[in-house]
């Protein structure tokens, strides 16, 4: 059974920093590009960035670029996202997902239950 | 503003059928496969459709989608109290390198 389990949310100053982790597992994750996403209370979804099997190729989306961070470990099965220079605007469930494939262009096959992440001061 | 557009919302009573459009561009949606995701009340999204038309196992076939163009479509038949969620369409854009989703229509059965 394929699971992804998010972790690393939490309240950070605006200014600040936070790392979220996805561990995966039930799945041969080093075969699988993934991704994030984030949902802002109340709103709907925006993906954030995605990183290549090989962690070789990531792509963002502008409102992540120049702050964010996307990588892998694919000996520990465990997708990270650096967040720096946090907003207000940042504020939102980040979810970790799995495309169905090595593709960033195909869709997400799986989702974690996500991590919330408040920036307030 | 989302870059695919959805209606905010839609409704109909149990049994009956609702549609839900989805409108993007020749980079996004004319271009590239279109996926449908349900998010019910307080959980994460999962995935509907697949590459336009394609049910997941365990997806029940009252649910379908089709493309024409730059526009997708979602259907909803024989609509049961279980159907009310957020649905929301999505799609890589070529222009953009970016995956692009709608800004999602929740579905309220009357």
């Known amino acids: 059974e394929v699971q992804l389990l998010e972790s690393g949310g939490g309240l950070v100053q605006p200014g600040g920093s936070l790392r979220l982790s996805c561990a995966a597992s039930g799945f041969t994750f080093s075969s699988y590009a993934m991704s994030w996403v984030r949902q802002a209370p109340g709103k709907g979804l925006e993906w954030v960035s995605a990183i290549s099997i090989s962690g070789g190729s990531t792509y963002f989306a502008d409102s992540a670029k120049g702050r964010f961070t996307i990588s892998r470990d694919n000996s520990k099965n465990t997708l990270y996202l650096q967040m720096n220079s946090l907003r207000a605007e940042d504020t939102a469930v980040y979810y970790c997902?799995?495309?169905?494939?090595?593709?960033?262009?195909?869709?997400?096959?799986?989702w974690g239950q996500g991590t919330l992440v408040t920036v307030s001061s | 503003q989302s870059v695919l557009s959805q209606p905010p919302s839609v409704s109909a009573a149990p049994g009956q059928r609702v549609t839900i459009s989805c409108s993007g561009s020749s980079s996004n949606i004319g271009n590239n496969y279109v996926s449908w995701y349900q998010q019910l009340p307080g959980t994460a999204p999962k995935l509907l459709i697949y590459?336009?038309?394609k049910r997941p196992s365990g997806i029940p076939d009252r649910f379908s989608g089709s493309k024409s163009g730059t526009s997708a479509t979602l259907g909803i038949t024989g609509l049961q109290t279980g159907d009310e969620a957020d649905y929301y369409c999505?799609?890589?854009?070529?222009?953009?390198?970016?995956?692009?989703f709608g800004g999602g229509t929740k579905v309220t059965v009357l």
């Open positions: 590459d336009n038309n």
């Open positions: 997902a799995k495309f169905k494939d090595t593709a960033i262009v195909h869709y997400f096959d799986y």
């Open positions: 999505g799609a890589w854009d070529t222009s953009l390198s970016a995956w692009v």
